[in-house]
Nanobody
Framework: QVKLRESGGGLAQAGGSLRLECVAS????????MAWFRRAPGKEREFVAA???????RLYADSVKGRFTVSRVNQNTLWLQMDNQRHEDTAVYYC?????????????????WGQGTQVTVSS
């Protein structure tokens, strides 16, 4: 079974940077698409960014394009470099894995999830 663990969250100033890391463990044969989602207070979970098995195919939400960079360091490790952070980026960030190579932005398509890491950006 696949397990995911996020790290790197914390408190940042507006305009600052943080780098999140997700490490997956388990059956490496199903480590295909990995993604980041986030849930802000009072809002539903939303897609942030994703990277496929090779790390070459990337997807970004419009709200983070040009500011965040998702990187597939290797098959079991995913980074999210967050630059020029805004107060509205404040959320719990979750790592997710889809073993079916769907290149999807839909949360329900990802069966494996981490526990989340809190990111707080002051205004």
């Amino acid at each position: 079974q696949v397990k995911l663990r996020e790290s790197g969250g914390g408190l940042a100033q507006a305009g600052g940077s943080l780098r999140l890391e997700c490490v997956a463990s388990g059956d490496t044969r199903i480590f295909y698409d990995m993604a980041w989602f986030r849930r802000a207070p009072g809002k539903e979970r939303e897609f942030v960014a994703a990277n496929n098995w090779s790390g070459q195919s990337r997807l970004y939400a419009d709200s983070v394009k040009g500011r965040f960079t998702v990187s597939r360091v290797n098959q079991n490790t995913l980074w999210l470099q967050m630059d020029n952070q805004r107060h509205e980026d404040t959320a719990v960030y979750y790592c997710a894995l889809d073993p079916e190579e769907e290149h999807t932005q839909i949360a329900s398509d990802y069966p494996y999830w981490g526990q989340g890491t809190q990111v707080t950006v002051s205004s």
